[in-house]
């Protein structure tokens, strides 16, 4: 099984900060990496897909990076909707193996 | 608008079995790539299965030979037998629309919660 890290587990950041999350593959995805948001009590959201594509809907300020085992996701300007957790997503090949997630807090 | 609503969650004892629906509207299920993926409660994300448009089917090792995922093409439903139940089962369990059959979930239901516990 291919095993997603992020990093940090977690972030204090301030609103108007550029903050960026990092996902390591254990071994070579090519760019089949999504990024996702989730807020408590809700369901995931569709960020980035295939590492650096923009989900329709979502602010430009949300960008993705990366290919093969390193992978980033960027926020340029934090705003305060954008507290919450951030997963990374494998979709090379089942099992379809998610990061363990960045919690990102207000500082 | 692409809408998933999951339903069937509960309590239920350990060794014992549930079944999941995810009822869809706005788009076929049976054409689309369709997962099921969980939340233990203050934990990760963790894919449990997906069925291609195909019918072909794959699971987690966790889960492999006690779950499995079905449709029914004609209520455009998609679901999730449950066996031999549990306590690591418990969960919060979403279903997923693949985008492109690319294995990037697009949309997703609200979750319903399964609770294995005697």
Do not use: H
Not at chain 2, 49 to 65: E, H, L, R
Request: with cysteine; proline share 4%; hydrophobic share 30%.
């Amino acid at each position: 099984d291919i095993q997603m890290t992020q990093s940090p587990s977690s972030l204090s950041a301030s609103v108007g900060d550029r903050v960026t999350i990092t996902c390591r593959a254990s071994q070579s995805i090519s760019n089949y990496l999504n990024w996702y948001q989730q807020k408590p009590g809700k369901a995931p959201n569709l960020l980035i897909y295939a590492a650096s594509s923009l989900q329709s809907g979502v602010p430009s300020r949300f960008s993705g990076s990366g290919s093969e085992t390193d992978f980033t996701l960027t926020i340029s300007s934090l705003q305060p909707e954008d507290f919450a957790t951030y997963y990374c997503q494998q979709s090379a090949g089942t099992p379809y193996t998610f990061g363990q997630g960045t919690k990102l807090e207000i500082k | 608008e692409v809408l998933l609503a999951e339903s069937g969650g509960g309590l239920v004892q350990p060794g014992g079995s549930l079944r999941l629906s995810c009822a869809a509207s706005e788009f076929t299920v049976s054409s689309n790539y369709m997962s099921w993926v969980r939340q233990a409660p203050g934990k990760g994300l963790e894919w449990v299965s997906v069925i291609y448009s195909g019918g072909s089917t794959f699971y987690a090792d966790s889960v492999k030979g006690r779950f499995t995922i079905s449709r029914d093409n004609s209520k455009n439903t998609l679901y999730l037998q449950m066996n031999s139940l549990r306590a690591e089962d418990t969960a919060v369990y979403y279903c997923a629309r693949d985008r492109y059959g690319d294995s990037t979930f697009d949309y997703w239901g609200q979750g319903t919660l399964v609770t294995v516990s005697s």
